[in-house]
């Protein structure tokens, strides 16, 4: 009987692979598949070494530096483009050399004079950007659309430049959101091989790509475009980014694989991590943020949302980082909050289970400022389910889904994310049930992450499509 071929995989992803459990869960389900996996990743500096490491799974680990290939003359060319007046100086004195030099050096000063003349209407279209208010023009100027473009251009131009340099001949180069499908495609040109995209969200809509004017989005989903025709397979988180990502990107075979955690078994006695941590007695209830605490994750709604709630034995607590930070521990530090709000650092991902599992709600109520956010399905959500923590989410149609459509009945609340009071409302549907209730509702969600939201079951979904792959499909 002939013994399957193992693929050569390699990965490419652009952000730390320590804080990526997607990344790192995949690399394991294939590597323990029976595939050859090297995982490379762009991180920053300091992250960077040991350079070549191995995890217990059989992948192999490459890290990148950020900075490498991204030097002074990338740095000076950006400033060049952005204000170009501020060159005439050094125009005007080679310019003046070259005449000093004699008949020789003539023809180069005419050639400088020609360029300066050709490069005049940009001069001026820069110059006007910079000295007008606001992003009245798309000019290249620092913040401005054209300078979104140049500097992604730039950062992304040094890292495809070294990835396929490290990376081995692979049957699969397997690239992680839009910066790591450029890297795949980028490798597979060079050493062959067919290319996967695993788009971990709605990347045009995303975080600062999605404050961008009209001209900076163009150029990305044409980049967007024009890579994923290269690939011959599309794997991403939920069924309704899927639909869209076909349509837009023109994929005939994908898959869903959602970011849900292995399988977990409650540990006797009961994990109590968050009330130890705060000292709060046994008949304190809490409510837990745990994620990136910026602006489009409805933080400020859920303080407001807190001092509607009426229930003086909940406690509301965040645990992460991020640059609401500071407006969180403000809020927290007023009388008014009753010391009942609490700012709490993350945990690493292989303790955060038993720290989420202590909170008798998880909360997130993400903003719907973007589409990336309205289709988004976080990693905190099925982090939730796992452990059997009753969810309170926003009401977007893909969590809809997950959290009142499952076989064995709701597995939490939805909200309004913009309306305080709805948040509140759903906060208390959840903790004004009698304790016996709140048992056997996390006890129902908890069968439902056993029989559904797992990553057994997700990664079984993973491996087939690369068992397609192998043969040929």
Not at 22 to 46: F, K, S, W, Y
Not at 69 to 74: I, K, L, P, Q
Not at 356 to 380: F, H, I, Q, Y
Not at 405 to 429: F, N, Q, V, W
Request: hydrophobic share 40%.
């Amino acid at each position: 009987m002939a013994v399957p071929r193992r693929l050569r995989v390699a990965m490419y992803t652009a952000s730390d692979p320590d804080h990526d459990t997607r990344v790192l869960r995949e690399a394991d389900t294939l590597a323990i598949a029976g595939h050859d996996v090297v995982l490379i990743a762009r991180v920053r500096t300091e992250n960077a070494w040991p350079p070549d490491s191995r995890r217990p799974s059989g992948v192999r680990l490459v890290r990148i530096p950020r900075d490498v290939g991204w030097g002074a003359r990338r740095r000076r060319d950006l400033r060049r483009v952005r204000y170009p007046w501020r060159a005439r100086g050094l125009v005007i004195r080679r310019l003046a050399s070259d005449l000093r030099a004699g008949p020789a050096c003539w023809p180069r000063a005419l050639a400088r004079t020609g360029g300066t003349l050709l490069a005049l209407p940009w001069i001026v279209y820069a110059y006007m950007g910079y000295r007008l208010p606001g992003h009245v023009l798309p000019t290249a100027r620092s913040g401005g659309q054209l300078d979104y473009i140049l500097t992604t251009q730039r950062s992304l131009e040094s890292w495809i430049a070294v990835a396929p340099t490290v990376a081995p001949d692979a049957d699969v180069h397997h690239g992680h959101d839009f910066t790591g499908l450029w890297a795949a495609v980028a490798a597979a040109a060079r050493n062959g091989g067919k290319v996967v995209y695993d788009s971990h969200e709605y990347y045009p809509e995303s975080g600062r790509h999605a404050r961008q004017g009209l001209l900076a989005k163009w150029w990305l989903r044409r980049h967007e475009r024009s890579l994923a025709s290269r690939a011959v397979a599309l794997v991403t988180v939920n069924q309704t980014l899927e639909r869209l990502l076909r349509r837009s990107l023109g994929f005939s075979r994908s898959v869903v694989v959602h970011n849900a955690p292995p399988r977990w078994t409650p540990p006797d006695p009961f994990p109590d991590l968050l009330r130890q941590r705060l000292r709060l007695g046994p008949e304190a209830r809490i409510a837990l943020y745990h994620g990136g605490l910026s602006p489009d994750r409805g933080l400020v709604q859920l303080c407001d949302a807190f001092s509607l709630l009426g229930m003086p034995d909940v406690h509301l607590v965040f645990m992460g980082r991020g640059e609401l930070r500071e407006e969180l521990a403000r809020r927290a530090a007023d009388p008014r909050a009753g010391g009942r709000i609490h700012l709490l650092d993350p945990v690493s991902p292989d303790e955060l289970a038993d720290w989420v599992a202590s909170a008798d709600v998880g909360l997130m109520p993400n903003l719907p400022v973007t589409a990336n956010e309205r289709l988004s399905t976080p990693n905190k959500l099925f982090e939730s389910i796992a452990v059997g923590l009753p969810v309170v989410s926003s009401d977007f149609p893909e969590r809809r889904r997950i959290i009142l459509e499952d076989p064995l009945g709701p597995l939490g609340a939805l909200c309004d994310p913009t309306e305080p009071a709805s948040i509140a409302a759903a906060i208390r549907s959840i903790l004004q049930r009698s304790a016996e209730d709140r048992v056997a509702l996390r006890a129902r969600i908890l069968q439902a992450a056993h029989e559904r939201w797992n990553w057994e079951t997700e990664g079984g979904r993973l491996v087939a499509l690369y068992e397609a792959v192998r043969a040929g499909a």
